[in-house]
């Protein structure tokens, strides 16, 4: 069983960083994993995707955090970061980190970190 765990969330002030990252675990030595990605999902909001990262290490971005934030992952270590800069209150909700098994056609998603920006 493959599971998605995810640390780094927290409570920061306006203007701080937070870096997240979240590891691939369990049965990964058939594993393939493609894109690797972050969403994000605000009370009363749906989930939005934040930052999404290939294996070959292209990478694209949200408008809202363009700039701020940067995704970067290890293939050896099946591991995804996120770097988060600059954070804004509105930068505040659950964060979730998802990876794709190109080999099934299908996700893995983690359990969400929580990510507050706040004075």
């Known amino acids: 069983q493959v599971q998605l765990v995810e640390s780094g969330g927290g409570l920061v002030q306006p203007g701080g960083s937070l870096r997240l990252s979240c590891a691939v675990s369990?049965?990964?030595?058939?594993?393939?994993?493609?894109?690797m990605g972050w969403y994000r999902q605000a009370p009363g909001k749906q989930r939005e995707l934040v930052a999404i990262i290939s294996s070959g290490g292209s990478t694209d971005y949200a408008d809202s955090v363009q700039g701020r934030f940067t995704i970067s992952r290890d293939n050896a270590k099946l591991t995804v970061y996120l770097q988060m800069n600059a954070l804004k209150p509105e930068d505040t909700a659950v964060y979730y980190c998802?990876?794709?098994?190109?080999?099934?056609?299908?996700?893995?998603w983690g359990q969400g970190t929580q990510v507050t920006v706040s004075s």
């Open positions: 369990g049965s990964t030595l058939s594993i393939s994993i493609g894109n």
């Open positions: 998802n990876a794709w098994n190109y080999a099934k056609g299908t996700g893995y």
